[in-house]
């Protein structure tokens, strides 16, 4: 079996960073997908929902859901950038996402890829998952770079975290927007 990867060679720096985001991209999501798909008993979909609702409640009690939201993804995030590593890391991330949103589903009595289409179609999944896929990208992307000891790979990779940041932010003040909307 071949595959043509003149569409790869034949691109532009530029373009071949694009390609690379795209098909981490897709990747996370279908590594989201599979996560949702694991089984969970009840009393471990509570559990996780119990947590995930605790932690709500509090930062909302403190009026810091906001601040909250951005510094937990934009932590994941910064983590996803580490060389080679982050890649792996974010997509065992994203995997436990997955499992989230199935645990979720579980305990407020709906199916699981009824979640998953409920997300899609909100800002906020957009906005985070091109964000984690910029960095996972970046992240292959700059332990080859570092390999062939082209430094000038950083200043994108600064570009990039800044780039992800200006996405969180706005998709964290989004989501408490929808978590306050929707209660």
Do not use: H
């Not at 403190?62 to 909250?68: E, I, V």
């Not at 060389?83 to 199916?111: C, D, E, H």
């Not at 062939?148 to 932010?169: D, H, M, N, P, Y």
Request: glycine share 6%.
């Amino acid at each position: 079996m071949n595959f043509d990867l003149s569409f790869w060679k034949n691109a532009s720096q530029r373009r071949k960073r694009i390609y690379s985001i795209v098909f981490v991209f897709l990747a996370a999501i279908l590594v989201t997908v599979v996560g949702s798909m694991i089984p969970l008993s009840s009393s471990d979909a509570y559990t996780i929902g119990q947590s995930l609702n605790a932690t709500l409640n509090e930062n909302r009690a403190n009026n810091t859901l906001t601040q909250y939201i951005f510094i937990n993804n934009f932590s994941i995030c910064l983590l996803m950038f580490i060389p080679a590593a982050g890649a792996a890391l974010g997509m065992f991330v994203l995997f436990n996402t997955g499992i989230a949103l199935s645990a979720i589903a579980t305990t407020q009595g709906f199916p699981t890829y009824i979640g998953l289409l409920s997300l899609v179609v909100t800002p906020i999944f957009w906005l985070e998952f091109i964000a984690y896929s910029i960095a996972m990208a970046e992240s292959i992307w700059l332990f080859r770079r570092l390999t062939q000891k082209r430094w000038r790979e950083l200043k994108w990779t600064a570009f990039f975290i800044g780039s992800c940041a200006g996405l969180l932010v706005i998709g964290s003040i989004i989501e408490v927007w929808i978590i306050t909307v929707l209660g």
